[in-house]
């Protein structure tokens, strides 16, 4: 082969390969996940085990755009138009029950798979749970309907009369509805209540010398994934002003945090990337049961409670279903 004739196939080849690239690129199904949480949600990383344990690796079978909304949840109208209109084969929303309704609302046909912690059918995402309608399904974690237990453990811990505060994100369609589930189980306990809302940082800060002026004696912190996503934070502050505190993932206890009563937020995370990895395949919505949670877990911090001076009960080490020495 004459050196010409060469250089010129050598020519040809390279220029093919970012067209082969490209096309393999665009053969990956591209999905959008849309959370009214932050990039650093260690939950997200469950979501991408259920799409691998789906047969989709991200980068490599799928291709993912993120809109993280940062507790900003007025934004995820905007980030949920923006996904819908880039071609998405679905959407997983999660970060509070706002990120399922902005996608519901930004898109008909777009599979949807949400993942929060609200009633789904009182937030209106779907209308049944077991053959949900449309094109929205996904896993609740019901936490905002276990704000009534969480304060009753709250007050077993505490044993002594006085103000709880409840701390919550008022932009959080989740936690308004554990905000008001607490209200009115503390009317039946006659247990007074101060609620107190915080979505940015600073809110947190000035929310705990609120509490602390109030002299609150013990806090209940609401769902969201604001909150979650600043867990060393709020965990941190509350052993500043030494105030008992019960939370609603174990990633709190984890980091010092007293107590926490809820489901495994990674297992339900899970569900919903296997859910969408099932759709991918051509599953449809109507035909994916929404799931629910099976078990709810009561951690307990013991070091936390000794720092606090609290005298944890037998009975109470007994129901825990995990105790942190």
Known sequence: MRRRDFISLIGKAAAAW?????AQEAAKPLIGVLSGGAPDDPNISAFLQGLKEGG???????????????????????????????????????????????AKQATATIPIVFVNGDDPIRSGLVSRVSRPEGNVTGASLYATALGPKKLELLRELVAQSGVFGVLMNRGNPSAEAEADNVSVAAKTLKQEVHIVGASSVDDIERAFETFTNEKVAALLVTTGAFFG????????????????????????????????YGTRFVDVFRQGGVYVAQILKGAKPADLPVREPTKFEILISLKTAKALGLTISRDFLLVADEVIE
């Open 18 to 22: 970012p067209l082969a690239a490209r």
């Open 56 to 102: 989709y690796v991200e980068s490599q079978s799928v291709a993912i755009e993120y809109r993280f909304a940062n507790g900003q949840y007025d934004r995820l109208p905007a980030l949920a138009t923006d996904l819908a209109g880039r071609g998405v084969k679905a959407i997983f929303a999660t970060g509070g029950s706002g990120a399922g309704l902005a």
């Open 229 to 260: 996503a600043n867990t060393q934070r709020i965990v941190a502050l509350a052993a500043r002003y030494a105030l008992p505190a019960i939370y609603d993932r174990r990633e709190f206890t984890a980091v010092g945090g007293l107590v926490s």
